[in-house]
């Protein structure tokens, strides 16, 4: 039962604005269980992601994290990774605003430099003749292009000989040099300061980024740069939440993408996510009975697993009413996440040693578990599933990949079983087309459309580079689609004259 003070507390915070009472109802450090563990640092052992994509895209999310952790108290309160609840020193300028450009190789910042001698040693010169059936046998990229900073050819004469070709990638290259080196420049980001709960009678705009930010009443974004870095983040949670959120911009209606059988699926799941008013109040007698959470399984997870609590907490902002319970599974999903270590032992009450990160918000839970998702599937660990309350999501699982398609052919007949949503992003429009044409292939017949695939209104902004190849640019969660398993509707049969 609230006490006197408690409640007198309440009907002050219910009188105030917005602004004013979001800064006092803001929690304290989150109490994370398992940080009581050892941690002395060890060695982890290197395991298979679920996408042969080992790019930077990955290490540029966890970078864009410990950015936002160093550059806001709300990111280290919230955030997993923070051993304690001293300060943090200051992190000194390294950068100005206006001395962003610098060559890989001769760039102020160790890692940058050391991401150059990585490409040198990987990637190969995309020079016609270097191609099988040229002239020339295969050779790694040595020279830094003069206006983009990036190796991408053997030579100079290499360079300026194909250099129409490069031109077309050149102007984009010379945007993911600028925002790596943003990124470490020692600046305070205010971009990482989100948004926290608001009034229930604003209504949230998902027309795109700058409608849902101003609704969501995050601190204004005036630069290009900025709004790049925060998208970064952002676009994870708030791509699961522009699905299933009943004011989502894919709808039914035509170009809305949704199909007939997406609609019945994500209707259940939004009736789930905005539940109707109970009446219910802070005292006993205002007691009621509560819905369960809704599970949002996280297959393959990586980076993502390690971004800032603030940042997911985004999703509990967008359903207030609705508990969420967040797991994210698979063996790279403790990815950044060091500090953490050893993984909780396995017990009967924790059988797959997951981390539990319970109340990083009142009405959020977080789960971790470093294991396959078909092995704990098979033990019926998570049974039963409901479509109501559950959803599977996928970040670039790169189903279709050659290297990788092998470790999802197990999972994918019992993800269909469950007949759950399944949501999936792509890093570029090939990556998305191969995933599609590997799920038509490996279960044809056995599976419904619920999203059409195309752009995802909330990807990233920044592109990334893979270093294997500084040709091939690719933005987080490019493109977005989903589907389930089959549901088979019995009918009757007319009785016979």
């Not at 109802?25 to 269980?33: D, I, Q």
């Not at 950015?67 to 955030?79: D, E, I």
């Not at 001293?86 to 390294?94: C, D, I």
């Not at 926290?196 to 995050?218: C, G, H, I, P």
Request: net charge neutral; proline share 8%; with cysteine.
């Amino acid at each position: 039962m609230a006490l006197p003070a408690e409640l007198a507390a309440r009907s002050a915070l219910s009188r105030m604005c917005t602004r004013c009472s979001v800064s006092l109802r803001r929690p304290s450090l989150v109490s994370n269980r398992f940080l009581q563990a050892s941690r002395q640092p060890q060695q982890r052992r290197s395991l298979s992601g679920k996408s042969p994509r080992t790019t930077q895209a990955e290490s540029l999310a966890a970078s864009a994290a410990r950015a936002s952790q160093n550059s806001n108290s709300v990111s280290k309160r919230f955030s997993s990774s923070s051993p304690s609840l001293r300060s943090e020193p200051q992190t000194k300028r390294v950068l100005a605003a206006d001395d962003l450009f610098h060559s890989f190789t001769n760039s102020p910042i160790p890692e940058i430099r050391q991401r150059a001698n990585f490409i040198k040693q990987h990637a190969g010169c995309p020079h016609p003749h270097h191609q099988p059936g040229g002239a020339m046998a295969p050779a790694h990229v040595n020279f830094e292009c003069p206006d983009c900073g990036i190796p991408v050819y053997c030579s100079q004469e290499h360079w300026a000989d194909d250099y129409e070709a490069h031109l077309e990638i050149c102007d984009t290259l010379r945007q993911i040099n600028e925002d790596d080196h943003d990124l470490r420049s020692g600046r305070f980001f205010p971009e990482f300061t989100y948004a926290e709960s608001q009034l229930e009678e604003a209504l949230v705009n998902m027309t795109n980024w700058d409608t849902f930010l101003y609704t969501r009443e995050f601190n204004a974004i005036n630069d290009d740069r900025g709004m790049r870095q925060a998208t970064r983040l952002l676009t994870y949670p708030v791509t699961i939440g522009s699905i299933l959120h009943e004011l989502s911009p894919y709808n039914i209606k035509a170009g809305g993408r949704i199909t007939p059988e997406g609609i019945k699926s994500f209707s259940a799941l939004r009736y789930t996510l905005h539940p109707p008013k109970t009446g219910g109040g802070s005292d006993i007698k205002g007691l009621r009975i509560q819905a369960p959470a809704v599970r949002l399984f996280i297959l393959g997870a990586r980076a993502e697993s390690s971004l800032p609590r603030n940042a997911w907490i985004q999703l509990a902002h967008l359903f207030p009413h609705q508990r969420i319970h967040l797991i994210f599974i698979g063996p790279e999903s403790m990815l950044n996440r060091d500090d953490e270590f050893p993984l909780p032992p396995r017990t009967p009450t924790n059988p797959w040693g997951a981390v539990v990160e319970d109340r990083v918000w009142p009405t959020m839970k977080i789960s971790t578990i470093v294991d396959y998702y078909h092995t704990i599937h098979k033990t019926g660990y998570f049974y039963p599933y409901d479509p109501y309350f559950d959803c599977f999501v996928m970040f670039h699982p790169g189903l279709g990949h050659p290297a990788s398609s092998h470790e999802w052919e197990e999972t994918l007949p019992m993800l269909l079983e469950t007949k759950a949503p399944i949501i999936v992003t792509g890093y570029t429009q090939e990556d998305m087309e191969r995933d599609i044409d590997w799920v038509n292939k490996t279960a044809a017949g056995e599976f419904d459309v619920l999203m059409e695939p195309g752009e995802n209104k909330f990807r990233s902004l920044r592109w990334d580079l893979n270093d294997m190849d500084p040709q091939d640019i690719s933005a987080g969660n490019w493109g977005v689609w989903a589907f389930r398993g089959k549901r088979y509707e019995t009918t009757r049969k007319p009785a016979e004259q």
